[in-house]
């Protein structure tokens, strides 16, 4: 063991020993069950993304640095206060968690040499690359898209049921094809909204409809992009929330607030909140 492992498992024990206690002695950690946890890592999740965003953007600072160690130390600490509830459960242990990704990570990788659970390397580089919803769908899956969770957000879970299907040849040849489907979708969205009234489609769960083929067409587009769509849209939503908070201030500085600004006001405060940028 190299001495970085040997810290790391240091750290790791720590963690553990001080959640073992934590069980016993805090009023808060000793009733805490899976389902109590559950809201509350979905938050953590949130957070670790709202820093690893903020890192992109202040590369080099080392305040965002610790804020990504901080949020990363709470998700860790989640996922071993599960285990740890299983355990007292008597379901499963910390180290059958470890062991079972562990073994999926061996088996998703053949044509990777890791080491079993006694240490010895399996597999080797004479493999061959293997194809990985193929793999997964030797796990058991009756689907490809069933490793997609139904509760994850619209945005992520569209990006996530697109990559697996392009894993098994399910796409576009090109980001020219991919872009007149957006085309395409964006014309049958304008025809729903412009729908003479009274006709059988003139209906809002129609243009729903359409305007949700758009968004697909338009996530499917960004694969082809190399963009990251939900990291676009997080980031605009950042961008908005900027320059709307420099209008209230804005109105704040001259005495008033932003509901009694004319139109024509806000859009010059916007304009600047850009220029600022």
Known sequence: MTPDEQTTLDAFLRLSRILDILRKQCSWDSVQTLSSLRYLTIEEVYELSDAILQLEQHDGDHQYDKDLMKELGDLFMHL?????????????SPADTLHSICDKLLSRH?????????GNLQGGPEN?????EKVKMKEGRRSVLEGVPHSLPSLVKAQRMQEKAMGVGFRFPDAESAFRKVEEEYAELHEAVNQPKGQPTDSLSHVTEE???LLFALVVWSHFLGVNADEALSLANQKFQRRFTHIEEAAQQHGTTIDKLSLDEMRAYWQEAKQLE
């Open 110 to 118: 053949p044509h990777i040499a890791l080491p079993d659970r006694e």
């Open 80 to 92: 071993l206060f599960y285990a740890k509830i299983a355990d007292d459960e008597q379901r499963f």
């Open 211 to 213: 305007f949700g083929d």
């Open 128 to 132: 061959p690359v293997p194809e990985w």
